[in-house]
Nanobody, 114 residues
Framework: QVQLVESGGGLVQPGGSLRLSCVVS????????MRWFRQGPGKEREPVAT???????LSEDSVSGRFIISRDIQKNTVYLQMNSLKTEDTAVYYC????????WGQGTQVTVSS
């Protein structure tokens, strides 16, 4: 049974940093492209960053140079290091298989505010 458990969110001031974690069970993150998504207030869910099975990474333009996706194969966990946070990064953040998706986890709330 696939389970995705996100954590690490919180309240942070603009310019601050957070590190999100996604503990995965039911499949090996090394064998699937994994992606972080986010859904801001009143917005649709959107992709943020992807790590492919071969370790290559890809970030959306809105977070390029600020967010870094990584994984720990032994811990079967995917991370999102978020730096230089902006108010527009406020959202619930989710991780999932890039495509097709598994059932969504509960997400983790990130609020960027002064």
């Amino acid at each position: 049974q696939v389970q995705l458990v996100e954590s690490g969110g919180g309240l942070v001031q603009p310019g601050g940093s957070l590190r999100l974690s996604c503990v995965v069970s039911g499949f090996a993150v090394s064998l699937r492209a994994m992606r972080w998504f986010r859904q801001g207030p009143g917005k649709e869910r959107e992709p943020v960053a992807t790590i492919f099975s071969d370790g290559r990474t890809l970030s959306e333009d809105s977070v390029s140079g600020r967010f870094i996706i990584s994984r720990d194969i032994q811990k079967n966990t995917v991370y999102l290091q978020m730096n230089s946070l902006k108010t527009e990064d406020t959202a619930v953040y989710y991780c999932n298989r890039a495509d097709p998706h598994y059932a969504w986890g509960q997400g983790t709330q990130v609020t960027v505010s002064s």
